[in-house]
Every structure is written in structure tokens, then in C-alpha cells.
């Protein structure tokens, strides 16, 4: 069995590669060529589910395979890289379902932190366009002044 610090050190730089992960994904990949799923989730939801929900499916596959193939393989190291991806994944549902589309009853995000996530989310669906979005990120984004400027600057108004 991996030593804990190791084991935990793992977890957590899976968990941060995961946002540089997330942001590459979601500029060019969903705002590229898979654009056609993505489009669900910047027009509005009719029904519980939209086509974008497809991504957490494919985002969970390396998830559930590096975790089935760190217990029940040589390769233990990739256990603590599943619950990395996993724990990333539990905290952007959360995060963007819960407190930034309010898809099921949570308490409103009270810390300056969360609150400034969800702006800069809500920037980025200002624009309901494959291209001219700002702030990709999940759990980093760019102060909300920057991202207001680059709005601005496309002609687009942000509240």
C-alpha cells in the first residue's frame, strides 16, 4: 500500500490538475468541436436534464477506471488519482449545478470566494455563443473587474 502522504499527495494533485484540465476542456473542446452537447447548457434547461450532462458521463469514465484498476491491479497509485478526479468532480457538481445554476435547493454561497465563482460564471454565460466567453475555469477564475473589461470590450453588458 502507498505511505499516506504520498497516497494523499496524489489525491490532491490529481484534484488540481483536474481545473487546468477542466478549463482546456471546457475552451476547446466544449466550446469547440463538442460545442453541439455544450449549447444545452448556455440556452434554457427545459426538463431536469440537458445534452451538456453527457460530459460528466465521459469525465467520470478515467474516474471509475483508474479507481477499479488501482484496487484490483499492482497499479495502487492510480486509486488516489481516481478519488482526486472523483473529488474534483463531487465539488464542481456541487459547486456549478447547486450554486451557480440552482438545479436543486441549496443555501446561497456566503463566503467572498464562492461568491466572486459564481460571477465570473455567470459572466461566462453572458454571452450565449460558441465564441466570446470569458472565464473557463470551475474553481479559479479571473477577478470579476477583469472580466466585466473584457465584456465590455466585446460590446457585450455585464451585470
Known amino acids: 500500500m ?8 496524489l489525491i490532491l494533485a490529481a484534484f488540481a490538475f483536474m481545473e487546468g484540465f477542466a478549463w ?5 473542446v466544449m466550446h469547440g468541436f463538442m ?3 455544450h449549447r444545452s447548457h448556455h440556452e434554457p434547461r427545459h426538463g431536469a436534464f440537458e445534452l451538456n450532462d453527457l460530459f460528466a458521463v465521459v469525465f467520470a469514465t478515467p474516474a471509475i477506471v483508474a479507481i477499479w484498476l488501482g484496487v484490483n491491479t499492482d497499479m495502487t497509485w492510480l486509486l488516489p488519482v481516481g478519488i482526486g ?3 474534483y468532480g463531487a465539488v464542481y457538481f456541487l ?3 447547486g450554486l451557480v445554476h440552482r438545479r436543486w435547493a441549496m443555501p446561497k454561497a456566503k463566503s467572498a470566494y464562492w461568491k466572486r465563482l459564481i460571477q465570473a460564471h455567470r459572466f461566462h ?6 465564441d466570446g466567453c470569458v472565464s473557463y475555469g470551475f474553481l479559479i477564475a479571473p ?3 477583469k472580466l466585466k473589461e473584457q465584456l465590455k470590450a466585446m460590446g457585450v453588458e455585464a451585470e
Open 85 to 87: 478526479i472523483t473529488a
Open 143 to 145: 477577478p470579476v473587474r
Open 125 to 130: 454565460h453572458a454571452v450565449n455563443t460558441k
Open 95 to 97: 459547486f456549478h449545478d
Open 2 to 9: 502507498l505511505d499516506v502522504v504520498i497516497f494523499a499527495g
Open 35 to 37: 460545442w453541439v452537447w
Open 24 to 28: 482546456f476542456t471546457h475552451r476547446y
